[in-house]
């Protein structure tokens, strides 16, 4: 049988896995976005200068890079990481009280 320590470790342990992995995907998200749009931008300047179509995509996937961003690192004040462990804790013990009845 574990100990409530070893329970708690490999709890904390797991929730700064997932933090890793969601920071690892904001940043391969931002990579993206740069290479994707600077090769827009190339082809947007060097075959018709005179509309700048790439603006579009940019603005477009930069709103969307931008909320990924404020919700990786919990800029968010609603639906947060915060809010999820709340959430978590409301339903685990609203359970185990429901198992004692």
Same mark, same amino acid.
């Given at each position: 049988m574990e100990t409530p320590i070893t329970n708690?470790?490999?709890a904390s342990y797991q929730k700064a896995q997932k933090r890793v992995e969601e920071i690892k995907g904001f940043y391969g998200h931002l990579y993206s976005f740069i290479l994707v749009n600077a090769g827009l931008i $190339?082809?947007?300047l060097t075959t018709s200068s005179s509309y700048l179509w790439f603006l579009? /995509? @940019?603005i477009?996937?930069?709103v969307g890079l931008a909320i990924h961003g404020?919700? @990786?690192f919990n800029l $968010? /004040?609603?639906?947060?990481h915060e809010w999820e462990e709340k959430k978590i804790r409301e339903m685990i013990e609203k359970e185990n009280a429901s198992k004692w009845r």
């Open positions: 708690d470790a490999e $190339i082809l947007n579009y /995509p @940019v477009g996937w930069g404020l919700h @990786v $968010i /004040p609603f639906l947060g």
